[in-house]
Structures are given as structure tokens and as C-alpha cells.
């Protein structure tokens, strides 16, 4: 990325991997990570960039899991930096329900780093973001108008995925995850139909390197034939291990509305 506007920077967190884009004049976070991750970006700031936090303008925050919304709430409160993501991402653990699945996710991500990296770090976080920034669909980013937010949904209701047109980047949050070299859809696909349209949406942007936040970046030929490829993954059985625990990731008051939603379909559909 010589000749580009920005350089890239990956941050690995205590599940995801974070990014920081670098301008001449400033410094934009792709998803804040886990409230530990804080630090590790904090430490990037110092030791690798050797620049102040104050040059950090927006934290993005993708969606509302653990490994995503734990380390932007705590740098807006260190270093007053805004917070920008789906307008509606409060909605997702609201009420009793959004309560537990909001301890249940915590608990999950836990599990999820001590499999995967043999480590526990303390990740409790806020339910609510309220975002600084507001972000609908199609929006360009405050502050950084090079970048366009699209809503994704399919992982949860309210999942953004972010796009630098010029650059032909895409961070894809929790869209999509590469585990080696497979692609595959993130645990839980609460949304399939929503899923499906997210991607087939994804397949019509010219993108020619992914960032994700769980396998790092890939560079592709074209999204079109990329994306359309990965329809055949919606609706695929989950591993055996995650249906048993597909009940306890299915609390959210959306989650219940959506499936009573798809039920009606099909009764009227009888
Ligand atoms: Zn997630």
C-alpha cells in the first residue's frame, strides 16, 4: 500500500483482530475489540505509530459481541474518542432478554479464547454503546468521508461492514470469518434470509482486499464471484458443539420477533 492514502495496521486482540487505519492527520479504528484491547491499541499508538491517542478521530463498532464493543467504550471514556455504528445497535441486548444474552455472549467469548488462544482476560462491557454517531445504511463516515458504512445484517440485526471505495477495502466484521484458508459464516447466523441479501449486496461492490476480524486479510480477484459463492453456506448445519448451544444464542428480542415473523410466512404461504 505505498502509493495509497493511509496505512494499514493490525492490532491483535484478545479474540479479534483489530485494525487501525493511519492518515498523515489522523487515525480511524476499525471495531474497538475487547475492553483489554484498549490497551494493545493504546500500545500501537505508542511503540509502533509513536503518536499521541489524541490523533485517534472515530472508533467504528461493527456490532455488539464481546470481541467488538468492549474496547471503544473505555478509550471514548480515556481519551474522549467518539464511537460510530448502526443506528439502531442499541436495540440488540435490550430488555430482560437482551440482559441475559448480553451475560451469555460474555461467557461465550470466553469460551471462544480460551479454545482458541489458551488465554482469559477480564471482558465485561457495557450493553448499551449509544453511539457518538449515528450510522444508516450507504452512510460515509463522519470525519473520514473516504469510507462508507453498509448495514449486514445476518449475524445480528444491526451488523455494519465498512468500505473505502478507492481503495477497494472492505472490513467485513463478523460477515464473514476465515478459519486457515475456508471462508465460512460467523456462529450465530441468527438472520439467514438477511444473511443472504447482506452477501449478495457485498457481491456487487468492487473489492479487492478483505479485512477480517477473525482471520486477518485476503486479497480476492472480485467480490462478485466471491460473495455469490458463499450463498451456499446460508443455511448449512451448524457443527454439532454450537446446535447444542444455538438456544442460548438466540435470546434477543429480535431474534424472537424475526422467527414468529417467519413462521407467519409460511402458515400464509400453506
Ligand atoms: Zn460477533
Known amino acids: ?95 430482560s432478554r437482551g440482559v441475559a444474552q448480553h451475560l451469555i455472549d460474555t461467557l461465550l467469548g470466553h469460551y471462544s479464547a480460551r479454545q482458541q488462544f489458551g488465554r482469559l482476560e477480564r471482558a465485561w462491557y457495557p450493553r448499551r454503546l449509544e453511539p457518538d454517531y449515528r450510522l444508516y445504511d450507504r452512510e460515509t463516515l463522519p470525519l473520514f468521508p473516504d469510507w462508507i458504512a453498509y448495514a ?23 460477515l464473514i470469518i476465515m478459519v486457515g484458508e475456508k471462508i465460512v459464516l460467523p456462529f450465530p447466523t441468527l438472520f439467514p434470509e438477511l444473511m443472504a441479501d447482506s452477501l449478495k449486496r457485498m457481491a456487487e461492490l468492487e473489492v479487492n482486499k478483505l479485512l477480517f476480524a477473525h482471520g486477518g486479510v485476503l486479497e480476492i480477484e472480485d467480490a462478485n464471484t466471491f460473495f455469490t459463492g458463499l450463498l451456499n453456506l446460508v443455511g448449512m448445519p451448524n457443527r454439532r458443539s454450537f446446535r447444542r448451544i444455538e438456544p442460548l444464542c438466540s435470546l434477543a428480542a429480535d431474534v424472537r420477533l424475526y422467527k414468529k415473523s417467519r413462521k407467519n410466512v409460511g402458515a400464509a404461504r400453506k
Open 1 to 95: 500500500m505505498n502509493e495509497s492514502l493511509f496505512t494499514l495496521h493490525q492490532v491483535k486482540g484478545y479474540i479479534a483482530t483489530i485494525y487501525l487505519i493511519e492518515y498523515r492527520d489522523k487515525v480511524l479504528l476499525l471495531d474497538g475489540g475487547a475492553r483489554h484491547d484498549a490497551a494493545r491499541i493504546e500500545a500501537c499508538f505508542a511503540q509502533v505509530m509513536q503518536r499521541p491517542m489524541s490523533d485517534l478521530k472515530l472508533s467504528l463498532v461493527s456490532h455488539m459481541h464481546p470481541d467488538h464493543a468492549g474496547g471503544a467504550p473505555l478509550l471514548r471514556r480515556q481519551f474522549a474518542i467518539p464511537i460510530a455504528a448502526h443506528y439502531e445497535i442499541d436495540r440488540w441486548y435490550r430488555g
Open 152 to 174: 449486514t445484517p445476518g449475524h445480528t440485526l444491526h451488523d455494519m461492514v465498512f468500505y473505502h471505495p478507492q481503495e477497494k477495502l472492505l472490513y467485513v466484521g463478523d
